[in-house]
């Protein structure tokens, strides 16, 4: 029961009830901002998966819109092209069937001379050396000054070649008004005769003396299109040399020598009757603008554009506003010879992203995003490359395939505005969704804190009955008790508190008769452990001294110095540092006569037991070499049968690798299992031979002799042969790392040619580096013999 002098519990920090508030209220905030959180994840996540949806879908119709779009575009270039390719050869086939008919070639023309004298009569142009008939006809014919006889007039040859030609009256004017839209259409004769009938009529050869001087004195075909005819001289030798298998070759844009225009030209061969030759061409002009109005009618978006390309780059067609956007610049490479090209090339746009942009075949449909500057701004494009028919293509000098692409660019922002539309209305979406979210955390809160502050000062009243008994108890009122009517817990805690008050009350009074109890009970226990640690002390120096004993005779029966050195042809070396007191590693130097006999072993673990194993091993093998057996195998199984009887009377489950080198005459041979022998060669080589099958470990088996086998190693002057127990090559340095197999063939390689002493002192102190600080888990021992 609760007194006036208890103190009162206040609601602090430091209280139970601001403690449960704490842990309840954290409790439950953890979790509404942990489901909350996860809720709001949600929303998000749906919001970028709805929008990541959304622009897929939006981007994937763009895409296609836009691949679409150029599909088309390069279609109807394609279908001009196609068309006007069309009209040339039915010029070229009416031309090629006179030409294959001569009989009638002669009608036609003698016909049309007669009924038309204008297509084929000419007049002598004094002051340009040419001659050309009257206007009138339906075509302008031209005769150049070097296919004039002396009074000016044609030659017979190329009178004829005017008459024949005049079928081009009858032909042209119909194609000329059917069909795509043409420029003009002409007939040009062969090389030797090159007389140029155009239809419809101009002033033909007065625009060529303006716009080329001194043409009218050098060879037509060589001056206006060099290297042009010698392609279809071959093409008539081959027809398979041809770049595209058609007879139609297009010339790159350049200003007409009659109308001034910019024009592309189509020509089509014709051939002599027994097709080895070249007998004039067919051909027709289009002008630029008529390429130029299928790509100028591009409108894509607001401001997308499109634009038609050689695959040099060179841009043939382009609206004004399309090639400021993609910086181009126009230059003319206007000469003395040879028609005027137009040069407007991607190569030298002042917009890298353009000067780069590949136009091969890997590139065709694909859709490419570049960055433009705009008035200093970085503004995203998209760009689409359509690849057309590839044609056969002149521009000054041999024929080449050509495959021209139609390019549709558009700001991403204008493609995409529905895309950044829908984007847009996800997100306020999403942000509403989030604030009510937020909202409704927030008022959880509230009231949960209510909540749990309504009822912490119910659930915690037996716990603040407790801690003011207990601060009674504190303060020695032993009489103190606790009353706590609830069931649970806590009032199990009160009636546990109400016992231990009366025990403690008990054992004051009777404290002191405890205390005389303890401490004579501690006395006892005192003198009983000062007898036990004398005992152990006494343990300790006697196993100390039986350990230095045996470490004492372990050492003396190693080889001693003066036996190395006494040993003819030989260098030996040897250093052994066992991980205890005692080792379990063996070497011996046996030397019978001119017999020396090496051995090397490793005792299973580590200690006394193993010492003492391995002081048997000497002794068993100091008595057989004694005995002069110098059989190998015979050595070795007799050891190990004697070495198996000692092991089965201690009792001990011990065994030991165990190998010997036996010298000779030059001559070593080796037996038994142990680890890898390392030999060095005279020069450098370095060689490493397998025990594994030479023997089985020694004190396994009562009877080897099936497992043991031997093995002759030649060992030549300056030679070096190393043993060692794994206790080298498992070294360990901090990272647990191995010293290794590498590591020791490296240490002796890298002091080939010194004697055995430095070899060893070497090794020793690189495996000593790499362990550091570690501390040695198994016993060293290393035997480095050197052939002088």
Known sequence: MKTDSEPTPRFGLRSFRAKFVLVVGGAVLFDLLLSGGLALWNVQELSRDATSEVGEGLTTANQEYIRSYADSTALSVDLLLDRVHGDVKALAGVLQAQI???????????????DAPGSVKVVYDTQGDWAQNLPGAPSV??????????????????????????????????????????????????????IFRTVPYTDQAQTFDRLYPGHNKAEFWEFFFPGIYGSWQQWAKDPASRPVPDDITQTAPYTDAITGKLIVSFFHPLWTRDRTGIAGTAGADITLDQLAEVVERVKIAETGFGFLTMSTGNVVAINPSGQAIIGLTSSSDAGTQGVTGLERS??????????????????????????????????????????????????????KSETMSVGIVVPEREIYASLFAAQESISRA???????????IVVSLLIVFAAVLGISKRITAGLRALASAAQRLQSKDYSVRVSIPTRDEVGAAGIAFNRMAEEISFHTENLEQLVDERTRELGDANQEISALNEKLRDENVRLGAELAVARQIQMMVLPKPFELEAIPGLE???????????????????????????????????????GVLMLMVQSVARALQETNEADPHQFLNRLN??????????????????????????????????????????????????????????????DISQFIDTRDIPF????????HTDGVTEAEDQDRRLFGFERLSQSVQKRHGRSAEDIKTGIIEDLMAHIGIQKIHDDITLVIIRHT
Not at 169 to 187: E, F, H, I, N, R
Not at 431 to 437: C, D, S, V, Y
């Open 100 to 114: 294959d008919d001569p009989v009638r070639q002669q009608q036609v023309g003698a016909t049309l001379s007669h």
């Open 141 to 194: 014919v031209s005769v150049w000054g070097y296919l004039l006889g002396a009074d000016h007039s044609p030659l017979p040859g190329v009178q004829q070649e005017i008459e024949d030609s005049t079928v081009i009256d009858l032909v042209a004017p119909t194609l000329m008004a059917s069909g795509s839209s043409k420029l003009q259409m002409y007939y040009i004769g062969p090389k030797e005769r090159p």
């Open 346 to 399: 991607l190569r030298g746009s002042t917009q890298p992203a353009i000067a780069s942009l590949p136009l091969d075949q890997n590139n065709d449909g694909v859709i490419q995003h570049i960055m433009l500057d705009n008035k200093g701004e970085r503004v995203p494009y998209i760009v689409v490359l359509k690849r057309l028919k590839p044609t056969n293509l002149w521009s000054s000098g041999p024929i």
């Open 430 to 440: 999403t942000n509403r969704i989030l604030l009510f979210q937020i909202a409704a």
């Open 572 to 610: 030996i070396a040897a250093y052994m540092r066992p991980a205890d007191e005692v080792g379990g590693d063996y070497y011996d130097v046996l030397q019978n006569g001119s017999r020396v006999k090496i051995g090397i072993g490793d005792v299973t673990g580590h200690g006394l037991e193993s």
């Open 641 to 702: 049968k004697a070495i198996y009887k000692n092991i089965e009377r201690t009792n001990t489950n011990k065994h030991l690798s165990l190998a010997f080198l036996d010298f000779e005459d030059e001559r070593v041979t080796l037996s038994g299992q142990h680890e890898d022998v390392l030999v060095v060669r005279a020069d450098g080589e370095v060689e490493r031979i397998d025990t594994l099958d030479l023997g089985l470990p020694v004190g396994l088996e009562h």
């Open 716 to 723: 030549g002057s300056g030679d070096v042969i190393v043993l």
